[in-house]
């Protein structure tokens, strides 16, 4: 199969207003899980980065049609993401380009439009221990990760998570407070595959971890898919006479 097209979309503010974030993450967010990915995936992918200023926030319909593979992540500024633009990714993610979200990504405009629900979730940003467990040890997302995955500080999000139910979970993650969330959830939009990946607060250096950094190309590499032409699905119908004309029909009941 050819190189796994990936385009990893970045918001891109809180490098370049905060200074302990700019310590963190000196060439941004974006950048960081970008070579992640190529860290893991080597000459099975190509990675390109775009982000939020950037003329049509860097996702132009060439863009997108050059683009097997979509992560996102947004915080500050998912109002100022164009709906024109919104509905250009999500017409893309039906019609089978992959989407990764991370982190407070779960309540950008193109996840909450995808999943049909609010996405709210609690959430406590006091420096909590995150252990992040495997329970579906068996999926390809899961591949070469540590049961369970440890980071030493990260935000909290817990239970309860306004999503639809999962179609596979993965991960679980509990927290020093106590809390639990659903952390590693996938679901499929029409012709598109879909990966929620919680951990990735701003204010941690989460994506310079190993482990996640692994997760995360799993994630890319799994929503992928292998269709030849990306197309929105078709949905077939029969004309309401041709129903009501058929051999059987006998008329409606008294």
């Given amino acids: 199969m050819d190189q796994i097209r990936v385009t990893v979309w970045g918001e891109n503010r809180h490098e370049r207003t ?45 863009v997108l049609a050059g683009t097997d593979v979509l992560t996102w992540w947004g915080h500050a500024a998912h109002g100022e993401v164009a709906d024109e633009v919104v509905e250009r990714v999500h017409r893309h993610v ?43 040890p068996t999926h390809p997302i899961a591949q070469g990760v540590p049961h369970p995955i440890v980071l030493p500080e990260d935000e909290m999000y817990g239970e309860y998570f306004d999503v639809p139910p ?37 204010d941690y250096p989460v994506y310079h971890h190993p482990d996640i950094r692994r997760v995360i190309a799993n994630g890319v590499r799994w929503a ?15 004309d309401t006479g041709e129903f009501f004309a058929g051999r059987s029909y006998q008329g409606p009941t008294a």
């Fill in 18 to 62: 905060e200074e302990h974030v700019a310590k963190l993450y000196p060439d941004g967010m974006h950048e960081t899980i970008a070579a992640g990915i190529r860290e893991h995936l080597g000459d099975a992918a190509d990675v390109r980065t775009a982000t939020l200023d950037e003329p049509e926030h860097g996702l132009t319909e060439q």
């Fill in 94 to 136: 039906l019609s089978g380009m992959g989407l990764v979200v991370l982190h407070s990504g779960h309540w950008s405009k193109i996840f909450t439009r995808l999943m049909g629900t609010t996405c709210t979730l609690r959430w406590r940003n006091e420096h909590d221990r995150e252990l992040i467990w495997t329970v579906d």
């Fill in 166 to 202: 999962p179609d596979e979970l993965i991960f679980i993650s509990s927290f020093s407070g106590g809390e639990v969330f659903r952390s590693g959830c996938t679901w499929r939009r029409g012709h598109g595959r879909i990966f929620y990946f919680k951990p990735g607060d701003q």
């Fill in 224 to 238: 992928r898919t292998d269709r030849p032409e990306r197309e929105l699905p078709e949905l077939l119908r029969y």
